[in-house]
């Protein structure tokens, strides 16, 4: 319901009505209209404003930009959810039989086999624990996040960067292991495509293939439909049971199982083992735990996604985490179990793979046999690949959670042109491929890599709500605290033993990336913590003063209250303008309420138009507007464009140049002026520091005077219409809010366009009214005045 407002229609002219502030531009551009209307439309593509060379190689590559209104979030039913969410966890069942083995052959010969099967009981004891520890994490903490928000909550934003950095991570190798994994399993299955090149050769060539087919498809926002997803999953996990079960009624009621004929290059298999209670045996046994817990990555995906699942999603997000692992412990089980019965060894290249050797085998020569083999592989290699992509997935809504928390460069919280974080996207893909090219495809090398991110967030989560169980004490808490505290302690045993027993091997460079990054994140934040604490400290006091000048109307874009945009205000100010207004696009809704609450905090006393811009390309909604508010007879428009100043490095990592974007496009308008005004932050914050710890007469002089400025458009007034009045309903699309102050009060004034003109609704005394903003579909009732120039009214609601 919308009360108390006053509005007018701007089809063909517009006059004041009673109560209502006059209109101080009007529209007859029906191109114009019809490109606020549709939000696609490129109206200056035909008006002088047209579209770079890189925006068109984009668009060529990735298609039309998408809306904002086909941002909706799938909710995934629990058969949907365990196909989506599992295939990371349930695909790391394909090797880590086959990396224990890869470390105890060597050096135990066959009795590897034997110490197989206690060693994999070890890790179905870490899948139990990590399952119970992560079902009390989705109890609690239902939205994405997983043990990052876990820690952050319970440890504070600082400590949850050791979280943040374990998952980053986390996804970067999980990239490289799954799409090497998916490599092996495809050499596993068609060996002849290794001849040309060489199996190492190979390997890494489908492996970085895959990765940057990824990152593209990533990038095109193909969203993840659940059914296609969920395909892998279930096939994987039902060819590889049919395969234990036909293994066990062969070793039960066929005669037993034959063993695997071993071919050249296989790893060393020693006749003569040392002895089982050496040192040297222990360091083995450490080595091959480490490895097999690579069984256990993935198991936290569900944490991550709660959100996606129907409500209840708590409930709902513990019966899958149970579900995933009972599939994940019989797996590994059952394929642990056949490699001892079958004796299928690892090779040095990685493939044949162990599970590959296995189904050939338990299959048998046969058609049919042969059929259920390349059954598995496909499973394998679908699960596996599907497995990586999760990555694309989680690693880009990971770095912008920790951006929105300011440990990590703003852009990379940024929607790209197909609606997905495309930096993070890219970023993912770059450290992947990299991981690729200096390890190669080959999971026994990268394993190093993998399981301290994965396990240091599995600690940190079981950690964190064993301290969320201590400070709250709710019923049971008790049981729930030795169960986290317990996952916790394993998960920090199997981090010190990765850190330990595979530090030569690799592990050397996670333990020396750690606090690198950890450090860099907080570093990163003191810097935005600064800036911001400067913007507070500047009080209503300090108020641009604005002279007047005829004719000239000024446009500071804004992407937050922050001291370059201050400084931009202050030099705006200083150009005399007739009308001075501030500009934001809106690209995200949540953060443009939080600019508006923010900016009247700050009080400025300029109005503060939020402008729609559903495909997000800030520089071309820029140029529509200048191009439109030029459009009037003898206007100048001068558009001013903050920029901040640091260092090259920390400025490329800080802020994005988006202010040079949109000077080269507006500046290409006639009549029309885009300033960059640079603004050194650092230099401005030991300023700000010295005169706050030694006030000065002179300090006040720096600042804004806090006279209200004639700049702003002028206060309501009053003028009548004469005429009938009649009742009559408009509906339209709200493109621009904007907040006007008025003496000691406000205005909204929405700007909304439909499909042969504009309506203005204002609202006295208001500064946002939930579900009005940039985008939104409204529906206006109320008494009309049919005037001489048009028609004013009051809408009734």
Known sequence: MITRSAWRWRG?????????????????NDEAAACATAGLAS?????GVPETLGYSVKRRLLGPPLVNDRLRVERLSKPLGLGVLSCDGISSANYGS??????????????AFTLLLPLTAVILLGVALVVLSYREVVSVYTRAGGS????????????????????????VVTVAVQTAAGSQAILSTFPALARPLGGTTTLLLIAVTATLIMCYVNLLGVRENGKTFAIPTYLFSGSVALMIIVGIIRQVFGGGLPHVRWHSGTVTVVHHPSGLVTFGAIYILARAFANGGSSLTGIEAVSNAVSALRPPEGRNARQLLVTQGCIVAVLIAGISWLAYSTHAVPYVYGFPT????????????????????????????SVLFTGGNTSFSGFPFLTSFVAEDSFLPRWLSKRGHRLVFSNGIIVLAIAAVALLLVVGANTARLVAFYAIGVFTGFAMAGFGMARYHLRTKEPGWRRRLVINAAGGVYSTLVVAIFAIFKFTEGAWLVVAVFPVLVYAFIRLNRQYRTEAAAVEAIGAGQQPAVPNHPRRTVLVLVDGVDLAAIAGLRYASSLHP????????????????ELRDRWLRVDQRIPLDLVECPDRRIEHAAGDLVLKEASQPGTHVTVVLPRRSYAPLLGRLMHDRTADKIARVTSRVPRSAATIVPFDVTARLEVTRDRQERPTPDAQQDGVSSRPHSGARPPVTSASAPGRRERTEVAGRVHTVEIKPVGQSSILACTITASDGELTALFYGRTHIPGLCPGSNVRLRGSVSIGRDGATGTAGR
């Open 12 to 28: 063909h002219a517009a006059t004041a009505s009673p109560g209502a502030a006059p209109i101080a531009r009007d529209s007859t």
């Open 98 to 111: 086959e990396l224990m083995l890869y470390t105890l052959l060597p050096f135990f010969g066959l009795a």
């Open 43 to 47: 109206f200056g593509q035909d008006n």
């Open 148 to 171: 990052y928000v876990v820690a952050r909550e319970n440890f504070g934003p600082r400590i949850a960067q050791v979280a943040a950095v374990a998952l980053m991570v986390d996804y």
């Open 578 to 593: 007739t009308e001075l207004r501030a500009i934001h696009f809106v690209i995200d809704q949540a953060r443009a309420d």
């Open 354 to 381: 162990v599970l590959s050797q296995e189904a050939r085998l338990v299959f048998g020569p046969s058609f049919a046999g042969q059929a259920l083999f390349f059954l598995v592989q496909a499973g394998a290699i």
